[in-house]
C-alpha cells in the first residue's frame, strides 16, 4: 500500500508540477502591444483594412497582440514612418511602394507608368513569386515587408480644365509623390511636377501653390479634394500598391506562430480592403459628378496610348535603376496572364 501511494503521489507531484509550469508559461508570456500608422483618412478602405488585419491579430493571440490604429498621418508622412519603422521605433506602417523604392530601387517597378492593364493583372503579380521576391528585399533595409493590399489606379485631378490629353496637361503644376519615375513622367508629358507629401497636399491646393494631383478614387474622395479639385480624368496611368511593413525589431521578438498569425492578418486585411476599394470606387467617382460639382473626362484609348509612346524613353531610362532583370521578370509575368 505504501508503494501504491508513493507511486500515486509521484504522478500527483508531476501532474502538479505539469500544471504550474503550464500556468506560468502563459503568465510570463508577454502582450505584443503595436502602433499601426497609415496616412489617409480612418473611412478609407485600406484604414479599414489595418482595422480588419488587428481585429484578426486579436482573435488568432488570444487577446494578446493589443494593436492601435493611427490614421490620417497622426506618426508622420509615409517617408517619416518608414524611417520609423526602420528604426524599431514604430512596429506598423501601411504606406504606397513608391516612397519604399526611395531605399529599395526595385520597387520602382511598381510606378513604371501603365505596367498593368487591370486589377487581376496586379493581384496575381503582387501576390505570386514576383511580389514575394520583392517583399523579401526588405528586409536588407530592417524591415519586413508582409503583404501588399490595393491603392488603386491612379487619376488626375485638377482646379483649372478639363484634361483629355497631354497638350490639356501643359503648364499645370501638378503634385506627385516623392518618387523619381512620376516626377521625370509627368515632367515629360508637358506638366510642372512637384514632389510632396500626402499630408501637405490639401492646404497646398486649397492656397493653389498647386493646381493639380493624381490618386486613386478612393484617395481622391476620402481626402475630400472635390472641395478644392474641380476637374477629374481618368488617365489610369499607374496602379499603385500599399505595402504592410513591420519593424524587423519588432518582428524578431516574435515567436514564430506569432509572425504566421501576423502573416494571416495582413492576408484578411488585404482581402477585404480589395473588395472595399473596389465596391466603393465606382459610386464614389459618381457622387463625385452628381454632388461634388466635378466634371469628369474619360482619356481615350487613343490618348492614352500617345502618352505611353511620349512616356517610353522615361520607362528605359529607369530601366537599369530598377535592375533590367527586375523588370524583364514581371514584364514576362503579366504577359503569362495576358495569353
Request: proline letters at 5%; hydrophobic letters at 40%.
Amino acid at each position: 500500500m505504501a508503494q501504491g501511494f508513493r507511486k500515486l503521489s509521484t504522478v500527483v507531484v508531476a501532474l502538479l508540477a505539469a500544471g504550474f509550469c503550464s500556468f506560468a508559461g502563459a503568465q510570463t508570456t508577454p502582450e505584443r502591444n503595436m502602433r499601426v500608422s497609415i496616412g489617409i483618412p480612418e473611412d478609407h478602405p485600406s484604414a479599414q483594412g489595418a482595422a480588419k488585419m488587428i481585429e484578426s491579430l486579436a482573435r488568432q493571440s488570444g487577446g494578446k497582440f493589443k494593436a492601435k490604429l493611427y490614421p490620417n498621418s497622426q506618426l508622420g508622412s509615409e517617408t517619416a514612418t518608414i524611417a520609423s519603422v526602420r528604426g524599431g521605433t514604430l512596429e506598423v506602417t501601411i504606406v504606397a511602394t513608391a516612397p519604399v523604392a526611395t531605399i529599395i530601387k526595385e520597387f520602382l517597378v511598381y510606378d513604371l507608368p501603365f505596367l498593368f492593364q487591370n486589377e487581376k493583372e496586379a493581384d496575381t503579380i503582387l501576390d505570386g513569386k514576383f511580389g514575394q521576391k520583392l517583399l523579401d528585399l526588405t528586409t536588407s533595409k530592417n524591415m519586413i515587408g508582409l503583404c501588399y493590399w490595393e491603392n488603386g489606379f491612379r487619376q488626375l485631378t485638377n482646379s483649372k480644365r478639363p484634361v483629355a490629353n497631354m497638350d490639356d496637361m501643359s503648364g499645370l503644376k501638378i503634385r506627385v509623390m516623392q518618387n523619381p519615375v512620376y516626377i521625370d513622367a509627368f515632367k515629360t508629358m508637358g506638366a510642372n511636377a512637384i514632389p510632396m507629401p500626402m499630408p501637405e497636399l490639401y492646404t497646398a491646393l486649397e492656397a493653389k501653390a498647386v493646381d493639380a494631383q493624381e490618386n486613386p478614387i478612393t484617395n481622391i474622395y476620402s481626402n475630400k479634394m472635390f472641395e478644392v479639385q474641380k476637374y477629374i480624368s481618368l488617365t489610369n496611368h499607374a496602379y499603385s500598391p500599399h505595402i504592410i511593413l513591420v519593424s524587423k525589431a519588432f518582428w524578431d521578438k516574435l515567436e514564430p506562430k506569432e509572425q504566421q498569425m501576423m502573416r494571416t492578418a495582413c492576408y484578411e486585411g488585404r482581402d477585404y480592403e480589395r473588395k472595399m476599394n473596389r465596391d466603393l470606387a465606382a459610386g464614389q467617382l459618381a457622387d463625385m459628378q452628381k454632388t461634388k460639382g466635378m466634371t469628369l473626362t474619360t482619356v481615350t484609348p487613343a490618348e492614352m496610348a500617345k502618352m505611353r509612346e511620349r512616356i517610353k524613353p522615361v520607362i528605359d531610362r529607369f530601366i537599369p535603376e530598377i535592375g533590367a532583370e527586375t523588370v524583364a521578370e514581371a514584364n514576362a509575368e503579366i504577359a503569362k496572364i495576358r495569353k
